[in-house]
């Protein structure tokens, strides 16, 4: 970890470069950060609350959104960091540096977006008679212990990736699947009257469900999560970092092999 502060250079150089490469031909910049989960938002609300009538507590376009920005996050993270190690091959053969360095670039430049979609996300509710409150100030710690486990997953499908190439088209699929399995578009309330009081207990054993609950539960409804919650995420957060990074040092040297 400490090699990683002395690479701090190269790391803030990554990040810009992958902002400047991903706004570069675009007209509209770094709106379509948001323009996009507001598409999405507007599909979602037209079908779940005026097609399906998808009940929840507010309005359903700000507890869409509240749900759809993290795991925006999370899957356009792991999307780009599968292929990061593979796709770097050339630079990694030619320069030392730490090679986790790669998706973790990745993934800080996606994290200074979805900061800024939050910001903008504080304004857009206020139409809605929702006002950012105190439990705002909680925020940084389930977007650090969301950013660990981000990081994890990531290494461990930048290292998987180089032995099976294929899996950044799998990933793709997978996530899909993993959208349905998470309270995005549906409250828990409703994923409750379909699958029964006896099997939640299963249903919260995905990570995300908790994530996504506790970002809802301060974004809309200024509420501080409870003590349970918050022990969840943040091991959740520090197993998957700790064996992402365990996984991809312990496979370092062999991946320049591979590739």
């Known amino acids: 970890m400490a090699k990683l502060w002395q690479y701090?250079?190269?790391?803030?150089?990554?990040?810009?470069?992958?902002?400047?490469?991903?706004?570069?031909?675009?007209?509209?910049g770094f709106f379509w950060t948001l323009l996009h989960p507001l598409l999405i938002m507007g599909v979602y609300s037209v079908i779940f609350s005026i097609l399906i009538r998808q009940?929840?507590?507010?309005?359903?376009?700000?507890?869409?959104?509240?749900?759809?920005?993290?795991?925006?996050?999370?899957?356009?993270s792991l999307t780009l960091t599968a292929p990061s190690i593979y796709g770097n091959r050339l630079l990694i053969n030619k320069v030392y540096?730490?090679?986790?360095?790669?998706?973790?670039?990745?993934?800080?430049?996606?994290?200074?977006?979805?900061?800024?979609?939050?910001?903008?996300?504080?304004?857009?509710?206020?139409?809605?008679?929702?006002?950012?409150?105190?439990?705002?100030l909680v925020l940084p710690v389930i977007i650090l212990c969301h950013v660990l486990f981000t990081v994890g997953c990531g290494l461990l499908l930048s290292t998987a990736n180089v032995y099976f190439r294929d899996l950044d088209?799998?990933?793709?699929?997978?996530?899909?699947?993993?959208?349905?399995?998470?309270?995005?578009?549906?409250?828990?309330?409703?994923?409750?009257?379909?699958?029964?009081?006896?099997?939640?207990?299963?249903?919260?054993?995905?990570?995300?469900?908790f994530f996504i609950s506790m970002y809802r539960s301060v974004l809309m409804y200024d509420l501080v999560p409870g003590l349970g919650s918050w022990l969840v995420i943040c091991l959740w957060g520090l197993l998957v970092f700790y064996a992402g990074y365990r996984v991809f040092k312990r496979y370092e040297y062999d991946l320049i092999k591979e590739i």
């Open 169 to 209: 088209h799998i990933i793709d699929v997978v996530l899909q699947l993993w959208f349905f399995s998470v309270p995005v578009i549906y409250s828990l309330d409703f994923i409750r009257s379909m699958v029964g009081e006896g099997w939640m207990f299963v249903y919260h054993l995905n990570p995300m469900v």
């Open 55 to 76: 009940k929840v507590d507010g309005p359903y376009p700000i507890f869409l959104l509240a749900g759809i920005l993290p795991w925006l996050f999370f899957t356009g």
């Open 97 to 136: 540096f730490p090679r986790e360095i790669l998706p973790l670039a990745i993934i800080l430049s996606n994290l200074v977006n979805f900061i800024l979609s939050l910001f903008v996300f504080m304004f857009f509710i206020i139409p809605f008679g929702i006002y950012p409150g105190v439990s705002f």
């Open 8 to 28: 701090r250079g190269l790391i803030h150089s990554l990040v810009i470069r992958d902002l400047r490469i991903k706004y570069k031909s675009s007209a509209l």
